[in-house]
């Protein structure tokens, strides 16, 4: 047992390490080629399953969701122009309808159906964070993210209710819950926005800038895990409330202007990449080998991707071609949530293996190929200013 841990401890600490060099060598963003390491190293017997690993793993991802909310501007999305907020809402809908036509065309399983239109915006993190966060395309797909992100957790949270309890008095509570805590959270927010418009010195208090304790990692992180101790009480989505914690360092705290550098080399120098290792890990190398769990990981990934840039068409009046498929492409990575539903439903018995399967390899595919596209389309237009 010691000699196992002090082998994975040895082999995260490599992978960790050697990552950027990699992904360098390969000109591909790092988070794919973290998951491709730990899925190559956990086949090779060099990862295995470990309490401890899972256990910050889930802590690195809701991490990276609480990077994420830090990267909104509430106060932009909210003096975006309604234009924007209503293409947006359609960009979203446009989404919805294509899942469903393709799912009717392609007889696909209901759980895959309702996975196509899925949104997250972990990633988006990432991909501010190589591409800076002031591109457009990026600000847009905030906008949009953000919007798709509280649905999918809405969604998420339903599914998981009634999966668990069927459509009843529970399904009922659990919905009622979700709602009493977005209300609750929007009630807050106004009434803090008002406290500090009165009393703005509180934010210098509770945040000062010229302070040697670390006081602005000290509030954040305290921050970070009420919340996600209020979503354990009631039984939500952990990833909402990691989210919603961001978003509020964002709105309150943006004085704080090296905060956020702070706490996005502390994730994605550390809890980030344990957490991409750990998605490449949890997958089985061997189930590739599985008849039709390829081809249908591909259809699925292509099928969404292309919802994406179908539904993008109504950005490219506002961004431009080019940055209405750069934005479709970077809301086409819901990873967790997609690893969520597929989990949700091969418990419940709702999908087979093969069905599991192809949906765990679809959520990889799309990192891959969103990435290495998104990649492949700044070096063009880079090369055409030159």
Known sequence: MIHTNILLILTLSILIWISPFVAKTLRIPIPPVEIMLGSIFASMGFIGHNQYFNLIAEVGFLYLMFLAGMEVDLKKISSSPKNILHRSILFLALMVLFAIISGILFHLNMIIIISMP???????????????????????????GVLGEIISIAVLTVFDAASNTGFG??????????????????????????????FPELKKILMPKSDTSDQDIRLAMALFFMLIVVMLSLELELALGAFIAGVAISAFFHHEKKLEEKMSSLGFGFLVPLFFIHVGASFDISALAYTGVVPGALLITSLMILSRVFAGVVMKTVLGGRDALLMALSLSMPLTLLVAVATIGHETNMINTIHYYQLILASLFEILISMVLIKLIQIKFRSKED
């Not at 949104?119 to 395309?137: D, H, N, R, T, V």
């Open 118 to 144: 899925l949104i997250s915006i972990g990633l988006l993190a990432a991909l501010s964070k190589i591409y800076s966060k002031e591109q457009p395309w990026i600000q847009l797909a905030f906008i949009v």
């Open 169 to 198: 008095l529970a399904l009922i509570t659990k919905i009622s819950y979700l709602l009493i805590f977005l209300a609750v959270v929007y009630i807050v927010y106004r009434l803090l926005h008002i406290l500090f418009w009165w």
